[in-house]
């Protein structure tokens, strides 16, 4: 604006920023919270709530990238000031993506509110309640600059993929126990993954604390534990009843459980 | 380095910077038509290398993010240059997402070589040729800064979640009809959603490239059509025997597909 009567200083500036992201921050964490608060409640009017509200992290998102490319053009800034703007355009996009993996819930909530309540439903607030503590320790170390806190953060998620890959099996052998289990099932393997998704945008956000303030990438490396994606698990490992299995087809060739 | 004896152009650094870009973009797409591949053949060698090369991915995204912050501090690049700058750090997050959902499919299709061959498979293909060909667009649109190619290519992403969204209709219907069809056609799910995933990180760099060459964010609205989160499909609707049905305690109340 040409008519702009504050001049504000480079350091209000950078403080300005830092707190759209901590704003940004809470709108996301309690995004996902509402989120599985409509899973567990099968509460449609929060699910929908939760959908609408996703444009706000989108306008948050751009509104930082444009104060931040404003501030690179204008101050033209360098070492720790310049981390400062890299790593909010960074945290920015993680927290827009977080939104759109909890309005994804919440959208999925609406087939599930439909079925007869799934039994694995209940791992669901289990995993929301270890996402939400993730994601609180990371905002809290990007408030404080406190990279102690935010690689404890980040080595919590560990137990996130561990949580999801038995929730992934257990998923898995409802269906084969009932085929009414189909389709509940499937949306809370989607779900539950969308969780272990918004727990490695929360280490993602960990990772770039380390470089804002260290000034070097995070060295740690922790091996990605995701074994659902190598899980099978077979009609007669899930213990379907003899009866039913020979009435289905099922024979001891198929039980290749790993 | 101290004893560096070359001394860039401005220029010369920007054109390095976009041809790093352009060469991870390359990589990226032979990963996701490898990654397609392995599924399509069952091909547990060519699935395995996929999941070793998507190093070179995080490499890639590395090196781009060093070189982007050390222009700018370097260089306090203004207007076109800092868009230049700021989009790649953008796009190299894309592309290293891209790595990831092409290394989780490679993963998952090692549990499903596993298995017999579950009929959706065939989608895949017909997915990956799909993404494979939009990808293909979006980098040479940004090889060329070519806005419209773009444009066109962000709006061919709505074929991709049509195909999806039947997909996932389809592979419910598999599960119910044969519970040795659930492990396969969960994975093949699971397979297809990262297709979907690898799509809208695809329009996200079309949308970066209309930033870049335009200035101003991409104004067109395109409705996101995930109908795959709403999708209710019912034992009953999905035609399951009806001696079967009622030895599975299946009754017409439990038949509420949308």
Redesign the interface.
């Known amino acids: 604006m040409g008519t702009e009567h504050i001049v504000r200083s480079f350091a209000q500036e950078l403080q300005r920023l830092s707190n759209l992201i901590a704003q940004m921050g809470g709108v996301a964490e309690a995004q996902v919270e509402a989120a599985v608060k409509a899973v567990a409640r099968r509460d449609v009017g929060l699910a929908t709530q939760v959908m609408q509200a996703d444009a706000r992290l989108d306008a948050y998102e751009?509104d930082i990238d444009a104060e931040?490319?404003r501030l690179?053009?204008l101050r033209?800034?360098?070492?720790q000031d310049?981390?400062e703007i890299?790593s909010s355009?960074?945290i920015a996009?993680d927290l827009e993506r977080i939104g759109d993996y909890a309005a994804?819930i919440a959208?999925?909530s609406?087939?599930l509110a439909?079925?007869?309540v799934a039994r694995p439903a209940v791992a669901i607030p289990r995993m929301g309640r270890l996402v939400e503590s993730i994601m609180k320790d990371v905002l809290d170390a990007y408030t404080e600059r406190d990279v102690q806190k935010a690689i404890a953060a980040w080595e919590r998620d560990e137990e996130l993929d561990d949580l999801y890959t038995s929730l992934f099996r257990e998923?898995?052998t409802y269906?084969?126990e009932?085929?009414?289990n189909?389709?509940p099932c499937?949306?809370l393997?989607?779900m539950a993954?969308n969780m272990e998704r918004i727990g490695d945008h929360a280490t993602n956000i960990a990772e770039t604390i380390h470089y804002l303030v260290v000034g070097t990438?995070l060295a740690l490396n922790r091996p990605k534990s995701?074994g659902s994606?190598?899980?099978?698990?077979?009609?007669l490992a899930?213990g379907?009843p003899g009866a039913?299995a020979e009435?289905?087809?099922?024979d001891e060739a198929?039980n290749?459980a790993?």
């Open positions: 751009r931040a490319v690179l053009a033209q800034p360098m070492a310049l981390r890299v355009l960074k996009a994804n959208k999925r609406l087939a439909q079925l007869p998923g898995l269906m084969m009932d085929p009414r189909i389709t499937t949306h393997l989607f993954k990438p995701d994606s190598f899980a099978v698990v077979s009609p899930a379907l039913l009435a289905l087809g099922v198929s290749d790993m």
